[in-house]
């Protein structure tokens, strides 16, 4: 088994910026993929960033040029740099990590609000 904790959500005013965290622990893979997901009220959950085994990064349209995904492989943490971030990015953020098998967290909740 695989826990996921997500962190560093919170209330941010538009253009601000914020850092979530992502720690996976227990059977850990040396080689695994972790990624962010979203989910409006209402909405089915939509990828936001992802970061492959390899390496390779995949963004969302929405979110490229704005987000930065990146990870520390030899700690099973990732992170997602949320930067001029706006109202429309207001969410619960749900982290997921890839190994054999996929696992994710509860979710951290974002709001972009004046």
């Known amino acids: 088994q695989v826990e996921v904790v997500e962190s560093g959500g919170g209330l941010v005013q538009p253009g601000g910026t914020l850092r979530l965290s992502c720690k996976a622990s227990?059977?850990?893979?040396?080689?695994?993929?972790m990624g962010w997901y979203r989910q409006f009220p209402g909405n089915q959950r939509a990828m936001v960033a992802e970061i492959k085994a390899d390496g390779a990064t995949n963004y969302a349209d929405a979110v490229k040029g704005r987000f930065t995904i990146s990870r520390l492989n030899a700690y099973a943490t990732g992170y997602l740099q949320m930067n001029a971030l706006k109202e429309e990015d207001t969410a619960v953020y749900y982290c997921?990590?890839?190994?054999?098998?996929?696992?994710w967290g509860k979710g951290t909740l974002v709001t972009v609000s004046s």
């Open positions: 997921y990590y890839k190994g054999s098998r996929t696992f």
């Open positions: 227990g059977l850990i893979s040396p080689y695994y993929g």
